[in-house]
C-alpha cells in the first residue's frame, strides 16, 4: 500500500492522475488520516470528535474545574467568555502534549498546573496522545498494512519528534516490510531547478529573473480582481495545479463566465449557515427590523412565501412591527400556523418588553427555541429535491443549533439578555465551515496551500504568491519556564523553521517545467504584503519596487485567445435633445391615472421623467424588503408624533396640547417609533435616536407656544381626503386624495393650514413662496376651501420646518421665522397647475418627456409658454449657478437621466 503522506496536507492534495489513473492501492494522508489507517490496521478504537465538540467537551471540563477554583488564572477571562477561553486553552493543552507534556503538575508553571488540573475532566485525546498509543502498539506487533510505502515530499527528520517517533516505529518493524522514501524530484539544469535549490537551502547566490530561461515568471496585476479576471479567462488545462488559498472570490468569476468551479467553502458566513443566528436576532431588544425582514426573505422558512412577503411588506412600509397592519396580518396568519408564529416571531403583544434592552430570557426558555429551530432544520432536511449546496449549509445550521444547545448546558448562568447571548455564541460560525461552490466535473486542479503537493506537477500556477503564511512556531506561546521543563521532546526551532520552509516553497521543488507567481500591488484599496522571495528578488537585482515592477510580465486579458474586446467610445447620455425632450414610441403603453396625490402631480409638472419612471414603468429604487433611510422615518415618525399629541380629539386648544405634551410625550414617542420607526430603534442608529428625542421634545413644545402665541385652535390632524374633485381642474378629468398635515382655526374662525417638512433647509421653500409656485399649499388651500364652502376666502398657510418648527410664510403670523413677499401676487397658481397638468399630459402622450435637466430654462417648450395669456404654466425652479432648470436633488431615477 503506498502512502503519500505530510502532516501539512489539507484538503485536496496534487497527484499525477494522468500517470496513475487508478489508485485503489494509494492514500494521501496528514497526520489524522495517517492515524485512522494504522488505528484501522491495528484494531485500536479512538473516540473522534470534531474539533468543536472537542471544544465543547473541554469547556465542560473547565465549567466543572472552575466551579471548584474559583481563584483559577483563567476565571476571569473564562466568567467573560467560556467557550473563547476554552478554544485557547486546549489549543495550549494539546501544543503542550505534542511537546511532550504528560498531563501531570508540578511543572514549574502556573499554567501547565492549572490545564492540569482540567485534565481530570477532560477525556478525549489529541494527535499526539494516539501517536504515544500507537508507537506502543507498532513496537509490539500489531497489525500494520502489507507492503506499506510511505512517501513524504522531504526528509520526515524535519516533523515534529512525535510523527517522526511514528515513522521511525514503522520502519524498525523486522516482521512486515515497511519503506519510507521522499518523492522523486525532477532533475535538470532549469532556472527553476537553481532557483528551488537556492532557496531550499537558503545559500546567498544571486536570484535574477532577467537570467530565467522561461521555466519560472513572475505575472505583476494592478489590483487583485485584475489578476482573477485574467486567471477566470485562462484555459482550464493551461496549468497542472493552481494555487490559491482563498477561492470563494476566484469561483466567482469562474461562475460569472461559465466555467466549472473548483470548489471553496466559508466560514459561517452564508445565509442559509446562519439560521440559527437570524433566527435568535428575531429576540433582540428592542427588535431589530432589518433582521426580521431579512429573515422574513429567506427562502428557507418556516413560513408560507405569501404571509412572508405580505409581512416584510407592511413592515416596510408602515416602518414599524408593533402596529395594527401586523397584527392583523399575524391574526389571519395564526388562524393557519400558529404554531410557526407563536415559535418564531417576536410577540406582537408584547409591548412592555419591547423597548428594555435588559429583558432577560431564561436558559430553558432559550434551550426551548434553539431546539425549536433544530426541529425545523430536521423536518426540512427531509426534502429531497434540495440542492447539495444548500444541504451542505442547512446541515450546517443544524449542527451549530447543537453546539449552541452544548453551551447553554454548560454555563452556570440560569438567564440571558439577548447581548449576553451573543457573547456566548458570537464566535460559532467562525469554527463552522460551509460549501460555496462545489467542485465540478472538468474543474482545475487547485490547491490551497503551496504544501498540498503529493507529486511533481508540469506545470504550476501560484495565483496568490502575494499572500505569504504568517510563521508562526508551535512552541512560540511557551513561557522560558515551560520551555525549559519540556526541552528534552520540544521540536527544535530550527528544525520547524526548515519544516515550515520546505512546506513554503513545494511549489519551486514539485514543479517540473514551468512555475508562474501571481503578484498584485492593491487587494482593493489596500497594499498587500509581499513574499519574501519577492523582497528578496528587489534586492538581488538591486532594483527599487517601482523599477522592479516594470521589468515584469503584465499579462493584457484582451490579447487572450477567445476573449472578445469590444471597442471602447465615448459613452454618450445625453439621449434629451437640445429642448431637452427624451423621445419613446409605444403611447399606446400610457394611461394617466384618475387620481393623483399632492405630491405626484407636484412632480408631474416640475419632473416630468420622475413621474413617468414611477407612475407608468413602475421602477422603484427599493425592493420589498428594503425600510426606509433613518432621516425619511424622522420625517414619518416626527408628524405621527405631532398627529397624535396635537389632534384635536384632545381639545386641541395651545392649553390642552400643553397638558399632552407634558404628560403623554415619552408614551407617544416610543409608541409610534415602534409602529413606524423601528429601524430607530437598532444599535448603529441608538445615539442619533436619543438625539431626536430630546430635538422632538423642544420640536412639540415650540409648535404649541407658535399655535399659542397665534391664538389658533387644530381642528384636524392629517386632514384626509379621499377623491375629491376640484372645480379648477374639472377639464382634466382627475381627483385628488391625500392627507393635510394640520389644518388650524384663528380666533376669527378663518381656516389656517400647516405643512410639516423635516428638513434644515429653508431656501427651497423662501423660493417657492417668493416665486408663488408653492404647489402643494395651493392645493391644500383649494381643498379646504372646497369642504368648508369657502370659495373666495383664502387659507393663511406655511411650511413649518421640522424638528427646529421655522415658519415660512406669505402671511402674518406671530413669532414666524421668514415672512415671504411673492413677485407675483396676482398670478392665479391653481389655474397655471391646472394648465402644466394638461401640457405634460399632451406631452406625454404624444412620446415625449422633458428631462430638461442641466439644459437652459430658455431652450425648453415648456418655458416657452410660462407666459401665455391663455394658459399660462406654473413657473420652473432654477439652478442656483447656472441659467438651468433645477435638478431634482433627491431624484430616485438619476442613473437614468441624461446627466450633466
Not at 103 to 118: C, M, Y
Amino acid at each position: 500500500m503506498k502512502v503519500f503522506f505530510n502532516p501539512a496536507y489539507t484538503n485536496f492534495v496534487y497527484q499525477n492522475l494522468e500517470k496513475n489513473p487508478l489508485q485503489f492501492d494509494q492514500k494521501v494522508c496528514n497526520t489524522e488520516g495517517l492515524l485512522e489507517l494504522l488505528e484501522l490496521h491495528a484494531g485500536i478504537h479512538t473516540s473522534i470528535k470534531d474539533e468543536m465538540g472537542r471544544r465543547l467537551e473541554y469547556c465542560k471540563a473547565m465549567a466543572i474545574y472552575m466551579e471548584e477554583n474559583a481563584q483559577s488564572i483563567f476565571a476571569a477571562s473564562y466568567n467573560i467568555d467560556a467557550y473563547n477561553t476554552a478554544k485557547q486553552c486546549l489549543e495550549w493543552r494539546d501544543a503542550f502534549i505534542m511537546s511532550g507534556w504528560n498531563g501531570e503538575a508540578n511543572t514549574g508553571s502556573k499554567r501547565l498546573d492549572e490545564l492540569s488540573g482540567i485534565e481530570k475532566y477532560f477525556k478525549l485525546p489529541s494527535s499526539a496522545e494516539r501517536i504515544k498509543v500507537l508507537i506502543k502498539a507498532i513496537k509490539e506487533g500489531c497489525n500494520i498494512p502489507d507492503n506499506l510505502e510511505i512517501i513524504t515530499p522531504f526528509d520526515y527528520k524535519y516533523f515534529s519528534p512525535y510523527v517522526k517517533e511514528l515513522l521511525e516505529a514503522l520502519a524498525d518493524r523486522k516482521d512486515k516490510t515497511v519503506k519510507i522514501s521522499t518523492q522523486v524530484l525532477p532533475e535538470g539544469n532549469s532556472y527553476l531547478r537553481q532557483m528551488a535549490d537556492i532557496l531550499i537551502n537558503c545559500k546567498k547566490d544571486a536570484l535574477d529573473l532577467r537570467k530565467s530561461d522561461g521555466s519560472v515568471a513572475v505575472w505583476l496585476f494592478e489590483e487583485k480582481n485584475d489578476a482573477l479576471r485574467y486567471l477566470s479567462q485562462l484555459e482550464d488545462d493551461s496549468f497542472k495545479v493552481w494555487i490559491n488559498r482563498d477561492n470563494k472570490t476566484f469561483d466567482n468569476y469562474l461562475s460569472f463566465v461559465g466555467k466549472p468551479t473548483c470548489g471553496s467553502e466559508d466560514n459561517g458566513v452564508t445565509v442559509l449557515g446562519s439560521i440559527p443566528f437570524l433566527t435568535l436576532k428575531l429576540l433582540e431588544k428592542p427588535l431589530n427590523l432589518t433582521s426580521l425582514v431579512t429573515y422574513l426573505g429567506l427562502f428557507v422558512s418556516p413560513f408560507s412565501k405569501e404571509f412572508r412577503k405580505e409581512l416584510q411588506e407592511t413592515i416596510t412600509s408602515s416602518g414599524g412591527y408593533y402596529n395594527d397592519h401586523c397584527k392583523e396580518i399575524i391574526a389571519k396568519a395564526e388562524k393557519e400556523d400558529a404554531d410557526a408564529v407563536n415559535k418564531f416571531l417576536p410577540d406582537i403583544e408584547d409591548i412592555e418588553n419591547a423597548l428594555n434592552e435588559d429583558f432577560a430570557y431564561t436558559k430553558d426558555y432559550l434551550a426551548t427555541y434553539i431546539g425549536n429551530i433544530s426541529a425545523w432544520l430536521s423536518s426540512y432536511l427531509k426534502n429531497e429535491q434540495i440542492i447539495p449546496g444548500n444541504r451542505v449549509q442547512l446541515e450546517a445550521s443544524k449542527k451549530i443549533c447543537s453546539y449552541m444547545l452544548s453551551l447553554l448546558d454548560i454555563s452556570n448562568k440560569t438567564s440571558f439578555t439577548y447581548q449576553e447571548l451573543m457573547i456566548l455564541f458570537e464566535n460559532l460560525t467562525a469554527d463552522i465551515k460551509t460549501e460555496i461552490y462545489p467542485g465540478e466535473k472538468a474543474c482545475r486542479n487547485i490547491i490551497n496551500s503551496p504544501s498540498n503537493f503529493a507529486e511533481v506537477s508540469e506545470s504550476t500556477i501560484w495565483c496568490d504568491f502575494y499572500n505569504p503564511d504568517e510563521e508562526v512556531l508551535s512552541t512560540s506561546f511557551m513561557y522560558p519556564s515551560e520551555k525549559k521543563y519540556l526541552e528534552k521532546t520540544l521540536w527544535k526551532d530550527e528544525i520547524e523553521k526548515t519544516y515550515n520552509r520546505y512546506n513554503e516553497l513545494l511549489p519551486f521543488l514539485y514543479t517540473d517545467k514551468k512555475l508562474i507567481l501571481i503578484i498584485v500591488k492593491k487587494q482593493g484599496t489596500a497594499d498587500v504584503t509581499k513574499n519574501p522571495v519577492i523582497i528578496r528578488l528587489m534586492k538581488n537585482m538591486k532594483k527599487d519596487e517601482n523599477e522592479f515592477y516594470d521589468s515584469l510580465e503584465k499579462p493584457d486579458i484582451t490579447k487572450l485567445k477567445g476573449v472578445k474586446v469590444l471597442p471602447s467610445s465615448e459613452i454618450n447620455n445625453h439621449k434629451q435633445d437640445e429642448h431637452g425632450l427624451v423621445h419613446f414610441t409605444r403611447t399606446d403603453l400610457i394611461n394617466f391615472r384618475e387620481t393623483e396625490s399632492y405630491s405626484s402631480i407636484t412632480n408631474l409638472i416640475e419632473n416630468p421623467f420622475d413621474y413617468v419612471m414611477e407612475k407608468h414603468c413602475g421602477f422603484s429604487m427599493s425592493g420589498e424588503a428594503a425600510m426606509n433611510a433613518v432621516y425619511t422615518t424622522k420625517g414619518t415618525v416626527a408628524h405621527a408624533i405631532i398627529e397624535e399629541l396635537f389632534n384635536p380629539k384632545h381639545g386641541g386648544t395651545a392649553a390642552d396640547i400643553k397638558k399632552q405634551i407634558e404628560t403623554r410625550f415619552e408614551e407617544v414617542c416610543n409608541q409610534k417609533i415602534l409602529e413606524e420607526g423601528g429601524i430607530l430603534l437598532q444599535k448603529e442608529n441608538k445615539s442619533d435616536t436619543d438625539i431626536f428625542r430630546a430635538l422632538m421634545k423642544e420640536c412639540v413644545n415650540r409648535l404649541q407656544y407658535f399655535i399659542e402665541i397665534n391664538n389658533l385652535k387644530v381642528k384636524a390632524c392629517e386632514q384626509k381626503h379621499e377623491k375629491e374633485e376640484l372645480a379648477e381642474f374639472s377639464a382634466c378629468g382627475i381627483n385628488f386624495t391625500g392627507s393635510i398635515d394640520m389644518v388650524l382655526e384663528d380666533d376669527s374662525g378663518k381656516p389656517v393650514i400647516f405643512d410639516f417638512k423635516y428638513s434644515g433647509g429653508f431656501k427651497k421653500y423662501q423660493e417657492m413662496l417668493k416665486e408663488n409656485r408653492s404647489m402643494q399649499l395651493e392645493l391644500y388651500n383649494a381643498l379646504v376651501k372646497h369642504s368648508l364652502g369657502l370659495n373666495q376666502l383664502n387659507c393663511r398657510r406655511a411650511y413649518v420646518l421640522l424638528p427646529e418648527v421655522k415658519v415660512i410664510t406669505q402671511n402674518t403670523f406671530e413669532g414666524a421665522h421668514y415672512y415671504i413677499r411673492c413677485e407675483r401676487p396676482h398670478a392665479s397658481l391653481i389655474n397655471e397647475m391646472k394648465n402644466s397638468y394638461l401640457y405634460r399630459r399632451n406631452q406625454i402622450l404624444n412620446g415625449d418627456v422633458e428631462d430638461g435637466e442641466y439644459i437652459e430654462l430658455e431652450k425648453l417648450d415648456y418655458y416657452s409658454q410660462i407666459n401665455d395669456e391663455n394658459n399660462p404654466l406654473v413657473p420652473l425652479g432654477k439652478d442656483e449657478k447656472e441659467p438651468f432648470k433645477a435638478a431634482n436633488k433627491y431624484s430616485k431615477y438619476a442613473s437614468f437621466k441624461a446627466g450633466k
